[in-house]
Nanobody, 123 residues
Framework: QVQLVESGGGSVQAGGSLRLSCATS??????MGWFRQAPGKEREGVAA???????RYADSVKGRFTISKDNAKKILYLQMNSLKPEDTAMYYC???????????????????WGQGTQVTVAS
């Protein structure tokens, strides 16, 4: 069982930055990812990171967001820069116990989820 707890959300002006954190109960997850869901929209993959360091990003956040992990602290991060109003959503951390050929941005690939942290970007 993997427990995930997100933090770091908040309100920020467009162009600003936030760093989300996801504390994990174990370091055994093979793939971890960040997802987001805005009201009335489907959950979408934002970034994913495999244990070998391979990462993958949604086109909408490439060049602005960076996913990383502190293995010693068992914390997954999402550094979000140049935030836009369309980035406003509930952000979720997810983990997968088994290996994938590449980090997935498909929510169905993940079996463990955090409770989410809200990010609001004002224009």
């Amino acid at each position: 069982q993997v427990q995930l707890v997100e933090s770091g959300g908040g309100s920020v002006q467009a162009g600003g930055s936030l760093r989300l954190s996801c504390a994990t109960s174990t370091g055994t997850a093979r793939v971890m990812g960040w997802f987001r869901q805005a009201p009335g929209k489907e959950r979408e993959g934002v970034a994913a990171l495999a244990k070998d360091g391979t990462s993958r990003y949604a086109d909408s956040v490439k060049g602005r967001f960076t996913i990383s992990k502190d293995n010693a602290k068992k914390i997954l991060y999402l550094q979000m820069n140049s935030l836009k109003p369309e980035d406003t959503a509930m952000y979720y951390c997810a983990a997968r116990a088994s290996v994938l050929t590449s980090p997935a941005l498909d929510s169905s690939a993940y079996g463990y989820w955090g409770q989410g942290t809200q990010v609001t970007v004002a224009s």
